[in-house]
């Protein structure tokens, strides 16, 4: 079996020195190399720790650039390759550890100016953050602006520990423990072990309901909730396809994306691949009714009021649970404007998934649809009250849904495969 990859990264901090136990710890679960910052390097120098961890590493962008050619029929054109940022590329994790005021500036605003900025923006893996700074600079507006936003981007965060600090200072901006990244670090690559022969279905954003060649009927969905959720699973290691309404979002590296208009063009995609789907999370906003009748061309306007007959569209939840296999774990969702809990309790009587989540949509404080953030309640056989979720970006409410999920089910319960 291949070992997982894990890209360190040092920023310039007194913590740097911390760093050896940490990769002493990670170097028995995976194959480890490191970056260092220059401000970094100042403080540990990259011969002595090289010699000292026996793992690679790397402080320039253009340190043993390997020149290449690429032949083409329009003849032959010069490539670089640069080694050392391929290694980002095959990570499964990278860590920044520890983290200055001044990386997290650069990581929240995309800088790529130096070999560690430059691999976080190549890397497809998650990023882990464990800052180390004073609490003046961890508690400043901007250090705290950049944290939310890199939060909403589901960069996760260890640490800071609140204690004593190199600078004299006592409060919040000490390194989280190094055991405690290493642990955290093991149990996501043995989560992503896990997930590795697991296929997920989802169904995100909204459906359109064509009326001529230029109106639909649609709602407010962005389809961020849905598409932060197939992102989280792949990140987990696990097979995603999703389908999706017509949404505005930016295309998902390893994720098989089938992109649909209506609600019986995603009835039809989702059997096609139902069946091989361990775990199918059906958070699309489907229209229920359709235009009973579809215009073929542009329907012209006169005096005289009209009245719009709809058809019911299938519910692809009903009929997903139908068909379903005993192995698979079938999650719906419930939008509702009013008496959440309640109608989703009624709603989950009549679609007896094995989770329903439910959220508020439609008022200015749980706009829930067409948002970044969300709160939702799980409703689970498994818990005898549901479980709250509180208002956070969808990205972490994505990966704190699938955490709770493998908690909650025992993923081999539901998929006996060998290597689970
Ligand atoms: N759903 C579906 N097919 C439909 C309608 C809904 O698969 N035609 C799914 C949604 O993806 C969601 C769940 O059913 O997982 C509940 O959807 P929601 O819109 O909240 O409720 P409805 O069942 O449509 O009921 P209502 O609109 O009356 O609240």
Redesign the pocket.
């Known amino acids: 079996m291949t070992r997982p990859k894990i890209l360190i990264g040092m920023t310039g901090s007194v913590a740097v020195y911390k760093v050896v136990s940490l990769v002493q710890a990670l170097k028995k679960i995976a194959d480890i190399q490191i970056i260092e910052t220059h401000s970094a390097a100042q403080l540990a120098n990259p011969q002595k720790l090289k010699t000292i961890l026996k793992v690679p590493v790397h402080t320039d962008l253009f340190e043993k650039v390997q020149p290449l050619s690429l032949n083409t029929a329009s003849g032959t054109h010069p490539l670089l390759f640069i080694p050392h940022i391929e290694f980002a590329r095959e990570a499964q994790l990278v860590l920044i550890v520890p983290a200055t005021a001044n990386f997290m500036a650069k990581l929240a605003w995309g800088l790529a100016d130096d070999l560690l900025s430059t691999a976080c923006l190549y890397t497809r893996a998650p990023i882990w953050v464990a800052p180390s700074m004073n609490t003046n600079m961890w508690m400043n507006p901007a250090v705290i602006q950049n944290r939310t936003l890199l939060l909403k981007r589901g960069v996760h965060f260890l640490g800071p520990q609140k204690g004593h600090l190199a600078c004299g200072d006592w409060g919040d901006g000490r390194l989280e423990d190094p055991v405690h990244i290493a642990e955290q670090a093991r149990n996501f690559l043995e989560s992503k072990q896990r997930w590795k022969n697991i296929s997920v279905l989802i169904?995100a954003g909204p459906t359109r309901e064509p009326l001529d060649p230029v109106r639909f009927i649609t709602n407010r969905s962005s389809g961020k909730m849905g598409w932060a959720l197939a992102e989280a699973a792949q990140n987990k290691g696990a097979q995603v396809c999703l389908v999706s309404g017509p949404v505005a979002l930016p295309p998902l590296p390893n994720v098989k994306i089938i992109s649909v208009e209506t609600?019986r063009a995603m009835h039809q995609a989702v059997f096609k691949y139902q069946k091989k789907s361990d775990l199918i999370i059906?958070?699309?906003?489907?229209a229920?009714y359709r235009p009973s009748f579809y215009h073929t061309q542009k329907m012209k306007k006169n005096k005289s009021s009209k009245t719009l007959s709809l058809t019911p569209?299938?519910?692809?939840?009903s009929d997903v649970l139908k068909r379903r296999s005993s192995h698979q774990l079938i999650v719906?969702?419930?939008?509702?404007t009013q008496q959440l809990q309640k109608?989703a309790r009624l709603?989950w009587n009549h679609?007896p998934c094995d989770m329903l989540i439910a959220n508020q949509v439609g008022s200015t404080s749980h706009p829930g649809f067409d948002s970044d953030e969300n709160e939702v309640w799980i409703f689970s056989k498994q818990a005898p009250q549901p479980v709250h979720f509180l208002k956070q970006s969808k990205t972490q409410l994505a990966i704190g849904i699938l955490d709770w999920i493998e908690k909650t089910y025992r993923l081999s319960a539901w998929k006996k495969k060998e290597s689970l």
């Open positions: 169904t609600a059906l958070s699309a906003a489907v229920d569209n299938p519910d692809i939840l719906g969702f419930s939008a509702e109608n709603k679609k």
